[in-house]
């Protein structure tokens, strides 16, 4: 596969514009693009949008079938590569999913999307390791990763028993990135007390609340891990503040 050189702020442009064509239902946003399809037959790019709405409706014959067509008008476009890809991996090939993928990055190596299918594919062959590093690769390369990049990740991580000090960590990463974002710290709080870990557990907890005091449902879960601890008198005063 030849994949054009295009600049990355375009190429990011396109394909994470897919899932926004607004709020109205598939169906209705599958008719307004046979309308612009009819209007413009050599765009590319409505194909596309268009497949990636069949995938999301899993029509995967009317996906493909679109994917073809904008291959024929635009030969080599990295798109339809990443939309193959997450059709197959949508209907359980993750091992085709990875094939497609491994082709599309060795033309384009930093190519974002493509790094994030790649770790769910491998997370579906429950090739841990190999998906957080996609993951972390996708995540370095963001100039504004959200939290739910490292949650995804932690979350992979997370699913193996062998993995959950290397779950932690990723969030711990996300947290000096992201400034202490709260979602992150309570889904560390979770594995934390998940596992048996209380005291960092508390950390956590408490930090969240030195700088949101009156929070209630940090409140009650400091209750609930000092009380485990034996400490009933600071939970219950924990629980009189909540």
């Not at 994917?67 to 939309?83: I, Q």
């Not at 082709?103 to 769910?120: E, K, M, N, S, Y």
């Not at 710290?185 to 950390?203: D, F, K, S």
């Amino acid at each position: 596969m030849e994949i054009r050189g295009i600049a990355k702020i375009h190429l990011l442009a396109v394909c994470l514009s897919f899932p926004a064509l607004g709020h109205e239902g598939i169906d209705t946003q599958i008719q307004s693009l046979n309308k612009r399809v009819l209007e413009s037959p050599q765009d590319y790019r409505l194909y596309l949008r268009r497949a990636d709405l069949y995938r999301r409706h899993k029509e995967w014959n009317n996906a493909l079938k679109d994917l073809e067509r904008a291959d024929k008008l635009e030969p080599g476009n990295y798109e339809s590569a990443l939309s193959r890809a997450q059709l197959e991996l949508d209907r359980n090939n993750p091992e085709k999913s990875l094939q497609i993928l491994d082709d599309l990055l060795q033309h384009q190596p930093d190519f974002i999307p493509a790094l994030f299918v790649q770790g769910r594919a491998y997370a579906e062959l429950n090739k841990i390791p190999e998906s957080a590093d996609a993951f972390t690769r996708g995540i370095e390369l963001l100039h504004t990763p959200r939290p739910d990049h490292y949650l995804e990740r932690a979350k992979v991580l997370a699913s193996d028993p062998r993995y959950i000090e290397d779950a932690i960590r990723s969030i711990d990463d996300g947290l000096v990135t992201l400034n202490n974002n709260i979602s992150l710290e309570q889904y560390a709080t979770e594995l934390e007390i998940n596992n048996g870990r209380l005291e960092p557990a508390l950390i956590r907890v408490e930090r969240v609340l030195s700088k949101n005091p009156a929070l209630p449902a940090w409140l009650v879960r400091k209750a609930e891990i000092l009380s485990a601890l034996g400490r009933y008198d600071e939970a219950v005063e924990a629980y009189q503040a909540a």
